[in-house]
């Protein structure tokens, strides 16, 4: 009984697609560029912690794009100042040029709570640039060269099933420094948790109904 009135609802869980896989981000030597896999417009986030020096991520396309690029970084006391350049490899003698550069305050950045994550955030705001077809790299820095972020570049969602949702969460959840425990604070855990516990009681109250039916 008690499966019968579960499948349905487990199964609405599985098939709920979310836009959020991130890449944890670990350079094997200062400078290093990352280059990106994933067409310049789909949605990725990179989960990323600067070590004395700024990180420089790389995205081709043989297609005039948008070029969109936000940083975020959990609420603290101390924000930190994350800087953005983007820049364009030029086709002929080498070089390259600047495309934007942003420097927004902290002060001015978004609060967001996630409650997939189960993390709240501080958003820049969103860049947008059209590009012609190149290669674009984007670096994020700040003045020390310090701090965890989260970088997302794209604006096309690309949806992920429920349980690659979980992995996915809990990756971002122990980048920013949090246990397992950290899990119950998402969305994506505890409404499931909540509403079996729920129909778990409404089967008991049920079956001790039935009981007492026969016992009568």
């Known amino acids: 009984m008690i499966q019968i009135l579960l499948l349905p609802f487990l199964l609405s869980f599985v098939t709920v697609a979310e836009a959020y896989n991130p890449s944890v981000v670990e350079p094997v030597r200062p400078y290093e560029v990352l280059v990106v896999a994933q ?44 800087s953005l350049i983007a820049i364009r ?80 969460i809990r990756t971002t959840q122990a980048h920013f420094g949090y246990s397992w425990l950290r899990m119950l604070y998402s969305s994506y855990v505890y409404y499931p948790l909540g509403s079996i516990v729920l129909l778990l009681l409404i089967f008991k109250t049920w079956q001790r109904r039935k009981k007492i039916s026969h016992a009568t």
């Open 89 to 168: 490899q030029n086709d002929v003698g080498g070089g390259v040029t600047e495309v934007f550069r942003k420097n927004q305050p902290v002060g001015d950045w978004t609060v967001e709570k996630n409650s997939v994550l189960g993390l709240t955030f501080l958003v820049s705001d969103t860049v947008e640039a059209r590009v012609e077809p190149g290669t674009y790299r984007v670096e994020i820095s700040t003045p020390i060269n310090e701090g965890d972020y989260m970088l997302v570049l794209g604006n096309q969602l690309n949806p992920s099933g429920y349980f690659a949702m979980l992995g996915h």
């Open 39 to 82: 067409e310049p417009e789909v949605t990725q986030e990179y989960l990323g912690a600067l070590l004395d020096f700024p990180e420089m991520y790389e995205t081709s396309s043989e297609e005039p794009f948008l070029l969109t690029v936000a940083v975020k970084q959990l609420v603290t006391e101390t924000p930190v100042s994350f």
